[in-house]
Structure formats: structure tokens, C-alpha cells
């Protein structure tokens, strides 16, 4: 193999920023072989000019605009932030039944799992709130759980009784708190009103991610906060790593059915 470099201008003559690109001339090889070596070699001369501490960042840059997953870094600082409401519509409507034990399990491979926030609103009368046996299940089992009373109204169209509980407040409160603690905040919930604290974290050097689906019917994400968010993960494609097996239904500490009966569901007009 012969290998001859050219310096030749990154970013335009005026740029002053030089790297150095190969010719390759490989006996034998195929256009697509002779790609991959250039490839490798324009990558290399690309973070060689990186400082050490950018090098990261641009490989998660780069690494986006294939659309391809990337892994966190071991050492970072994770937090997790469960929006408890918008996330069971967003499952329900994919059709998987969801491990939180496998949610875990997940980030603490990945990064430096700190905490896992699960907000949702409760009834007043506790031991006949549906959602109970998850919510203590989850106090057990290593999340941080969050909640507030819902309220209650009558629709003025149907008349029948309705109720409501947004914990925007509670989860965007959580992450501005939180903030000088974690480097990386990992959002579940797909609700635009999250855009602008985003935004706000992002300002204090954060770097954060966005889990929700463009798949359900409508989406669960909206527009807005997938374009604010530096890293925007489609939720079915983190169904084989989190979806429940019938082997841990079955387990004696499993958790309940996260499944409300439909009277019972919060409304959010």
C-alpha cells in the first residue's frame, strides 16, 4: 500500500485550520475498501486537531448526523428525570410492557447513575389509587419518587368527572436543582413546555437527552424539544433492552401492572 498526504484546507483558505488527507492507492482494492481507509484516515486528522477534552464532543457531534445511538461516557454523571404520565401513554401507545429494573440496570452500565426521578400525580385516597403498587414498587427499588395530589373537575361538555395532575412544574424545578451535580440529564417525556428549561440547563454547560417516540399516534414528542435537546432517543428502539420478560413477571419482587384502568386516567386539557 502506498499512502501519499496532501495538505489541503479544512475549512477554506481562510480558516488557517490544516489537516492532512490521504491518497490512497491500494493494488487491488475495491472503491468501497479505498473509502473506508480515506475515512479512518480524515477521522484521525480530525481529532488530532481537537483539544483532548472537545474530542468527545465531536465524536457525539458526528456520530448524531449518522443517527446512530451513542453510548455514555462511564464516568459521566447521569440523572434520570421520568415525566410518570407522559411516559405510560408513550408505552401503552408502542404496546410493550416496561422494566423499570431494566431501566436501571441500563444507565448504571452506560454512565455514572446518580439518581432516577419518577414524577406522577396521586389520588387522595391512597389504598384505592391504581397507580399505588407501582409507585411503592418503585420507592423500593432505587428511584426517587415524586408526587402530588390530583384535582378533580367536572368536563363542561360530557359532564362525567375528570381528573388531572401535571407535574411540569415539579420535574422542571428537579432539573434546575439538580443541575450542578450531573453533567448528563436524561429526560422521559416528550412535552414541548420542557424546552425552554432544557435550554436553560444546556446553559449551565449540560449536556441533555430526550427520550420519547415519533412513532405513536400522534407523536409524544413534540417538535420543539426534540430540537432543543443535544441527543434525542426514539423509545422503541430501546424495547428489546427494556421491555419486560415473562421471566421477571413472574419473580416474586416483581413489580405490578403500570396499566390504570381507563377511568382512571389523568387527562391533561
Known sequence: MQIEYDQVSLCGSNSGVECNLAKVDVEGSNPFSRSIIFFVILLYTLLSSYESQNRFLFCHQLFLGFGMPITFHPNERTVIFIDGSNLYAAIRSLGFDFDYKKLLYHFQSHSRLLRAYYYTALGDDQDYSPIRPLVDWLAYNGYAVITKPIKEYIDPIT?????????DIEIAVGMLQMASHYD????????????????????????VTVVSSLLTQPPMIADELRRQADEFIELNSLKPELMRSSHSSSQQN???????PPEMEPTFP
Do not use: T, W
Open 184 to 207: 448528563h440529564a436524561v429526560l422521559f417525556s416528550g412535552d414541548g413546555d420542557f424546552r425552554s428549561v432544557v435550554q436553560a440547563i444546556q446553559d449551565q454547560g449540560k449536556f
Open 159 to 167: 359532564g362525567h368527572k375528570r381528573i388531572k395532575g401535571n407535574m
Open 254 to 260: 416483581a413489580y405490578p401492572s403500570i396499566i390504570p
